[in-house]
T-cell receptor
Framework: GIQVEQSPPDLILQEGANSTLRCNFS?????LQWFHQNPWGQLINLFY???GTKQNGRLSATTVATERYSLLYISSSQTTDSGVYFC????????????FGKGTKLTVNP | GAVVSQHPSRVICKSGTSVKIECRSL??????MFWYRQFPKQSLMLMAT?????????EQGVEKDKFLINHASLTLSTLTVTSAHPEDSSFYIC??????????FGPGTRLTVT
């Protein structure tokens, strides 16, 4: 099946710093989503981005489908950005099943 | 919009009993719902896919007789863990899709079997 690799596995930042999280996938995809899992376990949708670039406030994402990777940018990080960031992709075929990467654990210190 | 709820958020049960977890899409009709399991400090693992009015499709290695899934309506899916054992303790998360590819996730249910 499709493989999803996220890097780095862990990231520690000082408040105000910028960061880039990467997601590589092994095959073409219909769907790619970025999520933030907060300390209580809730997954929050950040971006639905099978291709192109999107921005939402301090966060932006770019997916280069032809090269099979996606990047999540966090600017001016805040302590509330802490948590685990997951990339998930759907393999073509119409099943809508998402395959998750192992996540990047982000810790933002004050 | 696109809110998914789960109930209960936490449950503790004794070994051998059954537990039912509800997943509801509050403001949209979910043609498909998904159930995931997450172990501590690990990623989400898909357990099964359910479509309203039809039998759930289970992923390889998931016991369908232990994890009963019912998708009774376009806004409700239930997961019943039957004859629960301590190894079934985990964080269970549902998601829902309206058919537009994007999935929305519930807040999760933490199950502890004693």
């Amino acid at each position: 099946g499709i493989q999803v690799e996220q890097s780095p596995p862990d990231l520690i930042l000082q408040e105000g710093a910028n960061s880039t999280l990467r997601c590589n996938f092994s095959d073409s995809v219909n769907n790619l989503q970025w999520f933030h899992q907060n300390p209580w376990g809730q997954l929050i949708n950040l971006f639905y981005i099978p291709s192109g670039t999107k921005q939402n406030g301090r966060l932006s994402a770019t997916t280069v489908a032809t090269e099979r990777y996606s990047l999540l940018y966090i600017s001016s990080s805040q302590t509330t950005d802490s948590g685990v960031y997951f990339c998930a992709v759907e393999h073509p075929g119409g099943s809508e099943k998402l395959v998750f990467g192992k996540g990047t654990k982000l810790t933002v210190n004050p | 919009g696109a809110v998914v709820s789960q109930h209960p958020s936490r449950v503790i049960c004794k070994s051998g009993t059954s537990v039912k977890i509800e997943c509801r899409s509050l403001d949209f009709q979910a043609t498909t719902m998904f159930w995931y399991r997450q172990f501590p400090k690990q990623s989400l693992m898909l357990m099964a896919t359910s479509n309203e009015g039809s039998k759930a499709t289970y992923e390889q290695g998931v016991e369908k007789d232990k994890f009963l899934i019912n998708h009774a309506s376009l806004t409700l899916s239930t997961l019943t863990v039957t004859s629960a054992h301590p190894e079934d303790s985990s964080f269970y998360i549902c998601s829902a899709s309206s058919g537009t590819y994007e999935q929305y996730f519930g807040p999760g249910t933490r199950l502890t079997v004693t």
